[in-house]
């Protein structure tokens, strides 16, 4: 079973940034896609980047341009830098991997989740 541990959430204001860090417990795990989600409070869980081991990254329209999802396939560790914060991304961010070479934006499409870390924006 892969686990998945993220750090690096805290209390923000508004126009700083952050830097998210997922450690996977597994080397062979870095060949997969490993992503990112975020639930805000009384929200469902949305799709915000993935990245693929050869380095292709995708981006949610809402993080375009401020978040930037990497990754150190040597170290088993996917990273989130996320700038320019605003209040809207407050949410609970959550690591996660999926065995599918192409999965979706959607939850269910992935494989493996991180408990989560709490990002909190003030404005």
């Known amino acids: 079973q892969v686990r998945l541990v993220e750090s690096g959430g805290g209390l923000m204001q508004a126009g700083g940034s952050l830097r998210l860090s997922c450690a996977a417990s597994?080397?062979?795990?870095?060949?997969?896609?490993m992503g990112w989600f975020r639930q805000p409070p009384g929200k469902e869980r949305d799709f915000v980047a993935a990245?693929?081991?050869?380095?292709?990254?995708y981006y949610a329209d809402s993080v375009k341009g401020r978040f930037t999802i990497s990754r150190d396939n040597a170290g088993n560790t996917v990273y989130l830098q996320m700038n320019s914060l605003s209040p809207e991304d407050t949410a609970v961010y959550y690591c996660?991997?999926?065995?599918?070479?192409?999965?979706?934006?959607?939850?269910?499409?992935?494989?493996?989740w991180g408990r989560g870390t709490q990002v909190t924006v003030s404005s």
């Open positions: 990245s693929w081991s050869e380095g292709t990254t």
């Open positions: 597994e080397r062979t795990f870095s060949r997969n896609v």
């Open positions: 996660a991997g999926s065995t599918l070479g192409s999965p979706g934006n959607l939850p269910l499409q992935w494989t493996y």
